[in-house]
């Protein structure tokens, strides 16, 4: 019979709440939407630009391509609007805004991790393997999200793990809600 020896490796893997998501945050009441829409509608040229431009500085740095995001949750509320095709670029960025919500995906927990073979082995130590490892991470709301992480394990057991990108976003296609 074979033994083995189980070891404890010092990696730990702790939550963070600064990796987070952009999320559509859409009221239930048509009448809010519309009234939001309305709102900003109404705004002149300069403060629609202000407040854009703090929207920027305050989530820019948290969100890669924060325009395309925020210009896909103002079509999820456009057919309310009386006026569509009225509103500039920055007043329709400006609802996107409106209607969007960060959503820490790890903020809680992270935990259950599942490593299988890395299908793009370059780089891998000899005698070791790169790996892709799988992880549950919880969230604001208890909310349980899948989170991916890629590194290396050499032939005497020493794993590393790949830096990891500030960047978050959610997949779409796996995704339940949009």
Known sequence: ??????????????????RVILRPFIPGHRAQIKAIIERVARLDDAAVAAQLKAVHHEFGKRHHHIDAQLMRHYRLVRDHNRQPKALSESRKLLIGALFSGEYSIESAALFNPSIVAHPNQGGAPEGGLRFIMSLRATGEGHISSIEFRAGTITASGKISLDKISRYVRACPALSLRQ
């Not at 019979?1 to 600064?18: A, C, E, G, V, Y």
């Open 1 to 18: 019979m074979d033994t083995f020896q189980l070891k404890r490796h010092p990696i730990k893997l702790l939550p963070s709440d600064k």
